[in-house]
């Protein structure tokens, strides 16, 4: 497997250049950054989140942790995490596990820790456990045009909570 069809056709229909890395299969975000050789903080993460039936996509910085207590406060509603057994059949062509940062391409809403717009240039997952997409600062800020933006993350570690991911 490489690219989902689904983000593929996305990409192309927003005219994003992006360059196709190749790495070691993994199944963390963090070993996915490690493998790859591209710092964790520019690999956008997703975690996909309900409230309700309602899904939203939230894209964090690998490094980081959503803290579901943020994104409460800014949102004013009560999230939770979506389980695995949710996702299945939201993200087609891809690998569970393996979600591409870019929930508009699967018509979902997104919403984005500020960190990541701060970036020269995003990763994100293609779809697989192994293969990436480098994405320009330029490209990926317009592919996150209509995303909520607000600091919903810190750092892995710098808090010891059970509202963490």
């Known amino acids: 497997m490489s690219i989902s069809p689904a983000l593929t056709n996305y990409l192309s229909q927003k005219n994003v250049h992006y360059e196709v890395l190749e790495h070691a299969s993994t199944s963390s975000s963090l070993a996915t950054a490690r493998e790859a050789h591209v710092p964790a903080d520019k690999l956008a993460k997703a975690v996909v ?10 894209v964090i910085p690998a490094s980081n942790q959503l803290v579901l207590e943020w994104l409460k406060y800014g949102r004013q509603h009560e999230y939770e995490i979506a389980s695995e057994d949710e996702l299945s059949g939201l993200f087609t062509g891809c690998q569970d596990g ?6 508009e391409a699967f018509e979902m809403d997104v919403i984005i820790d500020n960190e990541l717009l701060d970036m020269k240039d995003v990763y994100v997952e293609a779809g697989d456990h192994s293969h990436l997409l480098h994405i320009s600062h330029r490209d990926f800020s317009r592919l996150m045009a209509n995303a909520w933006i607000a600091p919903i ?3 892995k570690g710098s808090k010891d ?3 963490y991911l």
Not at 49 to 58: I, T
Not at 98 to 103: S, V
């Open 98 to 103: 393996a979600i591409p940062g870019l929930g």
């Open 161 to 163: 909570d059970s509202h």
């Open 153 to 155: 993350s810190c750092l």
């Open 49 to 58: 989140v309900k409230r309700g039936n309602d899904y939203a996509m939230c």
